[in-house]
């Protein structure tokens, strides 16, 4: 495939594009910064036949920063950054919940490149949700209150009770309560690059509004998370074989449907490490150095 002829085909106004005519095991400098333009752009793209070996599909990956190891899923053999995420009879999918990967980290991953090795008869789409076309259709008043408050983000709310299923589960329970404590981020981030504001809670990880009563914040998180949901912010692919989207995590959420069990799927997914997620109050107080890069 000829590097030159990059096309970009978007697919709404707010979130997802097809890339055609790239081979992804064989980018070049300039495609990349095409392809790395376009991301920041359209949130996710999606490439189709291609063709990778785990290192290709690692070499790919790392040329947008560090790849990360998953707490969870099983890597493959010799490939501890890939995981596979395998789903069947005996393994019933569990992305089946809106989230942005592992905003239970103080630094969540910034990218995810996920490929496609075995797709379902029928069922398994991906849909993925524009956080800061939500944001943009908050009404002042909202942005302004979500803007000074700060949510909190739990491992053990999404993967508690699929460790509390597993016979090593008490186990990985204590180790998950030492190793991936609670952690916070603001309501509303800025988006490194973009400088985009994103709206930054996700029903599969947001338990809390900090500075809230339980009452006020579950009430907040369930319209939050309801605005969120509105078909105009969302893409959804339907796979094929060899397709590979790309997203910026720090952008969109995601939800593999779970419509294709008990059928096989087989997924390889690379993610790559992110900054900590920074709020519009610390960018307004930011020196302006600081903010003219971002
Ligand atoms: C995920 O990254 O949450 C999985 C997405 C998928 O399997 O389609």
């Not at 990956?61 to 789903?87: C, K, N, Q, W, Y």
């Amino acid at each position: 495939m000829s590097q030159q002829t990059m096309k970009v085909l978007p697919r709404t106004v707010a979130i997802g594009a097809d890339v055609v005519n790239v081979d992804l095991a064989n980018v070049d400098a300039e495609t990349f910064t095409q392809i790395k333009a376009a991301l920041h752009t359209h949130q996710v793209l999606f490439f189709h036949e291609q063709m990778l070996s785990p290192e290709a599909h690692m070499a790919f990956a790392s040329r947008f920063g560090e790849m990360e190891i998953h707490e969870v899923f099983t890597p493959l053999e010799d490939h501890p950054e890939i995981s596979v995420l395998v789903h069947d009879r005996d393994h019933p999918p569990i992305s089946d919940s809106w989230h942005s990967d592992v905003t239970y980290r103080t630094k969540p991953s910034m990218a995810s490149v996920l490929y496609a090795r075995s797709i379902p008869p029928n069922g398994g789409d991906t849909l993925w949700l524009s956080a800061t076309a939500a944001y943009k259709k908050l009404s002042e008043p909202m942005k302004l209150m979500l803007e000074g408050l700060t949510a909190e983000h739990d491992f053990l709310q999404a993967y508690g009770s699929y460790f509390r299923k597993q016979s090593d589960g008490a186990e990985r329970l204590r180790r998950a309560q030492i190793e991936t404590p609670l952690v916070e981020h603001p309501l509303i981030v800025v988006h490194p690059v973009t400088s985009e504001r994103v709206l930054y809670v996700n029903p599969t990880f947001t338990s809390r509004i900090v500075e809230l009563s339980r009452k006020e914040s579950d009430a907040i998180l369930k319209l939050l998370f309801e605005h969120l949901l509105q078909p105009e912010f969302q893409v959804r692919l339907k796979w094929q074989e060899n397709d590979v989207a790309i997203w910026d995590n720090r952008a969109t959420q995601h939800y593999a449907t779970g419509d294709y069990y008990p059928h096989y799927r087989r997924m390889h997914r690379v993610t790559v490490g992110g900054e900590r997620p920074v709020g519009v109050n610390a960018m307004q107080h930011a020196p302006a150095a600081i903010r003219a890069v971002t």
